[in-house]
């Protein structure tokens, strides 16, 4: 633990689980935790003290199967602009990795 520390900081993202997103705080934090005993077991002796949890029906878009969608990619028409978000055609759905790869791919169009 870094000198002045006194705790660790877990943070989790669960995307497209419409089977959880009515589950209590509390029962998520321990299904997380759970998760992360499993693959750090020094953890089985972590204490939460605090916990957000934070969550939203609309955070990943569910497009209809085997349909294309019209989203734009990061170079515009506007000069010196350049568009980057999980919104962008990253041939991911809307969610934290395509966020990531809208990234990457507008550093890339970046001359």
Do not use: C
Not at 11 to 38: F, H, P, R
């Amino acid at each position: 633990m870094p000198t002045g520390s006194s705790g660790y900081l877990y943070a989790a993202v669960i995307s497209a689980v419409t089977d959880l997103i009515d589950q209590t705080g509390k029962y998520l934090v321990e299904l997380i935790m759970g998760e992360i005993q499993k693959m750090v077991p020094e953890s089985r002796d972590a204490k939460v003290t605090h916990h957000v949890v934070y969550k939203s029906r609309d955070a990943t878009f569910w497009g209809q199967s085997g349909m294309p969608l019209a989203r734009p990619g990061p170079v515009t028409s506007v000069e010196n602009l350049i568009l980057a978000g999980d919104w962008t055609e990253t041939g991911l759905p809307a969610t934290i990795e395509g966020a990531v790869v809208s990234g990457f791919k507008a550093a890339t169009a970046i001359d």
